[in-house]
C-alpha cells in the first residue's frame, strides 16, 4: 500500500521560512516524479514544484520560483521543500504528490500525501 507522510508545515510571518518534508512509502518511486502541489481555500489545487529524477530537471511554477527549493533523495524515497521569503498568498494546504509529468496538473498525479496546512501572517 502506498503512503505519502507530510511533515513541517505551520504557521510563519511574512518573510520567514518553512520546510516541508514528505516519505514514501510501499514501492519504488524511482520511475516517478515526486513533489508539490497547493490548494488555498477557494481556489483549485495547483502545482508548486517537482523533481523529476529520471524524466529530468526540477520544475517550479513561476510563482514560487526564487524561493522555493525542491530536494530529493531516491535512496530514502523523501523529498522536501524549502521555502524561503514567504508571503501571505503562499498560505495553503500543501500537498506531497507523486506521478508523472506534475508539471502538467492534478490528472498527472498517482498518489497524494494527506496535506499540511502552511500559514503566512502579513
Known amino acids: 500500500q502506498v503512503q505519502l507522510v507530510e511533515s513541517g508545515g505551520g504557521l510563519v510571518q511574512a518573510g520567514g521560512s518553512l520546510r516541508l518534508s514528505c516519505t514514501a512509502s510501499?514501492?519504488?518511486?524511482?520511475?516517478?516524479?515526486m513533489g508539490w502541489f497547493r490548494q488555498a481555500p477557494g481556489k483549485e489545487r495547483e502545482f508548486v514544484a517537482a523533481d523529476r529524477w529520471s524524466e529530468g530537471p526540477t520544475d517550479y511554477a513561476d510563482s514560487v520560483k526564487g524561493r522555493f527549493t525542491i530536494s530529493r533523495d531516491n535512496a530514502k524515497n523523501t523529498v522536501d521543500l524549502q521555502m524561503n521569503s514567504l508571503k501571505p498568498e503562499d498560505t495553503a494546504v500543501y500537498y506531497c504528490?507523486?506521478?508523472?509529468?506534475?508539471?502538467?496538473?492534478?490528472?498527472?498525479?498517482?498518489?497524494w500525501g494527506q496535506g499540511t496546512q502552511v500559514t503566512v501572517s502579513s
Open positions: 510501499g514501492r519504488s518511486f524511482s520511475a516517478y516524479g
Open positions: 504528490a507523486v506521478g508523472q509529468g506534475l508539471r502538467v496538473g492534478v490528472r498527472r498525479v498517482n498518489y
